[in-house]
């Protein structure tokens, strides 16, 4: 009677623990105390593990940096639950991060298929390949505008860019989303329409005025962009600012990338590239002698930089103090002899002085690198000496 009663225990008390430690590794993971986590499930996976164990562990593993394990455990949930369309969707996502995209396209595909039949409603976290969004709850049946965006983003790694453009079209239908503007964006711009890129891109800001993503993609595509004050102040823009500042400048607006240089300096003191960037704009807006404290400042921070000695030569070249601007470019010039420009402002530096044979020699080297515009002050002022 002992031993029926003992047995009688065990079959009880073996699943309640089993419950309990599964309860226990899911508190720990959603806690991101994935070593524990990894401890309590590894109780219930020594014993009779089902799908349940199997997917939390892949998880678990994932958050470990164990892709690998993880597919092996999400395997072992489809073997045990052929229809799991989230071990699935996981398999899919870990084989698009790994580069085995015809792989993830097929899980994606299959999930996209059969996803119509499943009753599931687990709730599980998934994680963006966008980065936008990072990893967040959701399940799968919120998710099937996501599946085919993945699978667009499966198909534009792997160059099929009309099959991309179809999913990424396709995902409009189950959700409006910044990011579904934002990856078909992509795809147009790699088929070569740009308007079409950049409308997707504002339209996603529509939706999301402060989305990272948009504004990074559109200052790429649209020099013509400028930013709104409060993004300014982002730390996570801040990398941007010297690529907007450029863009400006060749906008013509060069009050706005003076704006977005020194914000790039406000943010890292030591960024050469960004006072060479804002000097240059300075020079445009006739501000000579700040330009040239930038460029001075881009010396003293970067030695290696020697473009700075012609930009700091054009800065006294504007002020008409042109036997300083020509000692700069003829600094310039014992580095770099092939740059025909600083030859041609060296000899204009020369005429400027009345130093005519030097101007000369100059402009026939602007000349000889294929400076047009030298032949015709070589004609008015060379031959008939």
């Known amino acids: 009677m002992k031993s029926f ?53 892949a998880m678990i593993h994932e958050a ?36 085995s995209t015809e792989q993830a396209i097929k ?32 399940t799968l049946q919120s998710m099937i505008g996501r599946v085919y965006q993945y699978r667009g983003m499966a198909h534009k790694k792997m160059g099929n860019y009309d099959l991309a453009l179809q999913d990424f079209t396709k995902a409009f239908e189950f959700d409006t989303l910044a990011d579904c503007y934002i990856n078909r964006s992509q795809v147009f711009d790699k088929m070569g329409d740009k308007r079409a890129a950049v409308n997707d891109l504002k339209e996603a800001l529509k939706i999301d005025s402060t989305n990272y993503h948009a504004w990074y993609n559109l200052t790429i595509l649209d020099e013509t962009t400028q930013l ?34 020194s914000k790039a300096i406000e943010a890292n003191a030591e960024d050469d590239f960004a006072y060479i960037g804002r000097g240059k704009a300075l020079l445009r807006i006739e501000e000579f002698g700040a330009a040239r404290q930038d460029f001075m400042k881009a010396m003293q921070l970067n030695p290696s930089r020697t473009e700075t000695f012609y930009l700091i030569g054009n800065s ?8 300083d601007a ?37 402009l026939k080297k602007a000349s000889d690198l294929g400076m047009t515009q030298a032949d015709v002050l070589i004609e008015k002022h060379c031959d008939s000496q």
């Open 5 to 57: 009663l003992t047995f009688l225990l065990a079959l009880i008390v073996v699943p309640v623990f089993s419950q309990d430690y599964y309860d226990k590794a899911r508190a720990k993971y959603h806690e991101n105390d994935i070593d524990s986590a990894r401890y309590f499930i590894n109780k219930n996976l020594a014993k009779k593990p089902n799908a349940e164990d199997y997917f939390l562990s």
């Open 64 to 99: 470990e940096g164990k892709d690998l394990r993880a597919l092996a455990d999400y395997e072992a949930v489809i073997q045990r639950e052929p229809d799991n369309m989230e071990a699935y969707f996981q398999k899919g996502l870990i084989y698009y991060n790994s580069a």
């Open 107 to 138: 899980d994606f595909t299959f999930v996209l298929e059969n996803s119509w039949n499943s009753e599931t409603k687990a709730v599980y976290y998934a994680s963006d390949p966008t980065g936008a969004k990072g990893t967040f709850l959701t």
């Open 228 to 261: 709104p004050s409060y993004l300014l102040e982002d730390e996570e823009f801040l990398p941007m600012l010297n690529l907007v500042g450029a863009n400006a400048y060749e906008s013509g607006d060069f009050d706005t990338s003076v704006r977005y240089y």
């Open 316 to 323: 006294l070249f504007h002020e008409k103090r042109f036997k």
């Open 326 to 362: 020509l000692g700069f470019y003829e600094q310039y010039l014992s580095i770099d002899s092939d740059y025909e420009n600083v030859w041609f402002n060296a000899a204009m530096a020369s005429l400027s002085l009345e130093e005519s044979d030097k101007a000369c020699r100059y």
